[in-house]
């Protein structure tokens, strides 16, 4: 009975269509560099640094471009 079960799964697996997303990590690292980027502006304006308030903008479009980038792939992913 075991055999036939086991059988039964990787027969219903071969049918299935995996779509490959963003992963959980790529969205916690894409979200650490946001918020990364939101403190380094913080900072900047708050100290008066130009540069500092730059790259934390920088930073947050970077990781706004690799979402979009994500939702873009993962679109053309979908059935």
């Known amino acids: 009975m075991l055999c036939v079960s086991l059988k039964w799964l990787c027969q219903s697996n071969r049918q299935r269509k995996v779509v490959n997303t963003m992963g959980i990590g790529d969205k916690i690292s ?4 946001d918020l990364g980027g939101k403190a380094k502006e913080a900072a900047g304006n708050a100290t008066d640094n130009d540069r500092l308030k730059a790259e934390g ?3 947050q479009v970077v990781a ?11 679109g ?3 059935d």
Do not use: L, R, S
Request: glycine fraction near 10%; charged fraction near 50%.
């Open 30 to 33: 894409n979200a650490a560099e």
């Open 57 to 59: 903008q920088k930073d």
């Open 76 to 78: 053309f992913k979908k």
């Open 64 to 74: 706004d471009a690799k979402k979009v980038g994500e939702d873009v792939k993962g």
